[in-house]
């Protein structure tokens, strides 16, 4: 058993609970869109379209729990199926207007929450946060093959997106 001291626990329930919070500046406010759909649109918006087995692997899920998350966006009007390249066989997805709209929404009210939380720490400690967190999940996307697209942050000691 490890020692209660040993920091990898430590971190593992720091993680654990991080992940039980959904933030949202109003706690009893439903969000607009769900977990799963927020982070299929995250996926898809800075990229081209996207096969089922690409979205699988993007997201380290098996095709079937993608292929059920798609139905339920198609379904709603987020995401449609395009054309890919001349012969292809595999249908593509993207996301619709109304889709990267809810995305869009729905990321403003994330941060909102999360201006609640952070708003008041000093922005060099709101820097130092962010860069811990980006080369913890840059490590895991490397252990994982699985890369995920960033936008263009501001990062301490990084002039140019990796």
């Given at each position: 058993?490890?020692?209660?001291?040993?920091?990898?626990q430590?971190?593992q329930y720091?993680?654990?609970?991080?992940?039980?919070?959904q933030?949202?500046?109003h706690p009893?406010?439903?969000p607009?869109?769900?977990?799963?759909a927020?982070?299929?649109?995250?996926?898809?918006?800075?990229?081209e379209?996207?096969?089922?087995?690409e979205?699988?692997?993007?997201?380290?899920?098996?095709s079937?729990?993608?292929?059920?998350?798609?139905?339920?966006l198609?379904?709603?009007?987020?995401?449609?199926?395009?054309r890919?390249?001349?012969?292809?066989?595999?249908?593509?997805?993207?996301?619709t207007?109304?889709?990267?709209?809810?995305?869009?929404?729905?990321?403003?009210?994330?941060?909102?929450?999360?201006?609640?939380?952070?708003?008041?720490?000093?922005?060099d400690?709101?820097r130092q946060?962010?860069a811990?967190?980006?080369?913890?999940?840059q490590?895991v996307?490397?252990?994982?093959?699985?890369?995920?697209?960033r936008?263009?942050?501001l990062v301490?000691?990084?002039?140019?997106?990796?």
């Open positions: 058993m490890a020692d209660s001291n040993d920091s990898v430590q971190m720091e993680l654990m609970l991080l992940s039980r919070h933030l949202r500046p009893g406010e439903a607009l869109i769900e977990r799963s927020f982070l299929l649109l995250s996926r898809l918006e800075p990229v379209p996207m096969t089922l087995k979205l699988s692997h993007a997201l380290r899920l098996d079937s729990t993608v292929h059920r998350q798609l139905g339920a198609l379904r709603s009007g987020h995401v449609e199926y395009v890919g390249a001349a012969g292809e066989v595999a249908r593509r997805v993207a996301p207007r109304a889709g990267l709209a809810a995305l869009i929404q729905t990321r403003a009210n994330n941060e909102a929450g999360l201006r609640g939380v952070v708003g008041d720490w000093p922005e400690t709101r946060f962010l811990l967190l980006r080369k913890f999940n490590d996307e490397t252990l994982e093959d699985a890369p995920w697209p936008r263009d942050c301490p000691g990084q002039e140019t997106q990796d």
